[in-house]
């Protein structure tokens, strides 16, 4: 009797071993799941600023930095949607949008302060989605797979002068500099790691490689000019021009913290 008892619980003990495996749930000392789980959603950016800020906090200084080259500038926001545990589709964002405007101030004939002003803006705008396959062991988990990223962008420099083109101001000057919109698209293959450093909690790196193809379209220089009797305006066109390569990418090593959820 007692032997059919102890095969009995080790035979019930040694089926819980098997379902925790299948189910490949790791928990923390709180039961709380270590691991995203299917129908997880997962955002994560850049995780320079958090690490520079840790650092000024713990010795007082406020000149930590990782570097420049640890800095992942071409996608601020990224997420992912696990599938399943060992499946997850990933996306990426930025829209960057920006203005610039800088006066320089000077004498004028009659001894009046003047203002020149030069603006600048630009645009850059990048979409991304792609799936990847995990794998892994603990809190240590390897991923690969692809994605397709799109990418628009443009820039603009414009100048206002205080003073108009007369016979005592007698110049040549530029009045605005477009430099073509572009367009990029980009095909890569990817290879990462991830380690859970708390519940849903990740720091992660990885490396790509991909072709790349960008087009810039063509821009334009307006000038303004005193022809003696009045002020002419001409706008010469900038040539354009394409890119292609194939190569690897993120040689600074950017380094991402995740969120799940």
């Keep these: 009797m007692k032997t059919k008892v102890i095969l009995l619980v080790l035979f019930v003990g040694f089926g819980s071993i098997i379902n925790a495996q299948d189910d490949n749930v790791l928990t923390n000392k709180n039961g709380a799941a270590i691991l995203p789980a299917a129908g997880d959603w997962g955002l994560g950016f850049d995780a320079a600023p958090i690490l520079n800020y840790a650092g000024n906090m713990l010795n007082g200084s406020t000149m930590n930095s990782m570097g420049a080259a640890f800095d992942n500038s071409d996608f601020a926001i990224s997420g992912k949607y696990f599938n399943d545990a060992t499946t997850a589709y990933r996306a990426s964002l930025r829209i960057g ?5 800088m006066d320089q101030l000077y004498g004028g004939a009659n001894g009046d302060s003047l203002t ?26 390897g ?13 603009k420099d414009s100048y206002t002068y205080a003073e108009a083109l007369s016979n005592n101001n007698p110049f040549s000057r530029t009045m605005e500099e477009d430099y073509g919109s572009s367009f990029g698209i980009g095909v890569r293959g990817i290879i990462g790691v991830e380690y859970f450093i708390l519940p849903k909690i990740s720091l992660g790196a990885e490396y790509g490689w991909g072709l790349t193809f960008a087009s810039i379209g063509q821009g334009s220089t307006t000038t303004e000019s005193w022809n003696g009797t ?32």
Aim: hydrophobic share 35%.
């Design 116 to 141: 020149n002003t030069t603006s600048m803006s630009s645009n850059a705008i990048v979409l991304g989605g792609g799936i990847e396959k995990r794998r892994g062991h603990g809190r240590l988990q």
């Design 97 to 101: 949008m920006g203005s610039m405007s």
């Design 143 to 155: 991923y690969y797979g692809g994605e397709m990223l799109i990418g628009l962008g443009g820039s």
């Design 230 to 261: 009045a002020a002419v305006t001409t706008t010469t066109n900038t040539g354009g021009g394409s890119i292609f390569g194939i190569d690897t990418d993120n040689n600074g090593g950017a380094i991402r913290l995740m969120f799940h959820f």
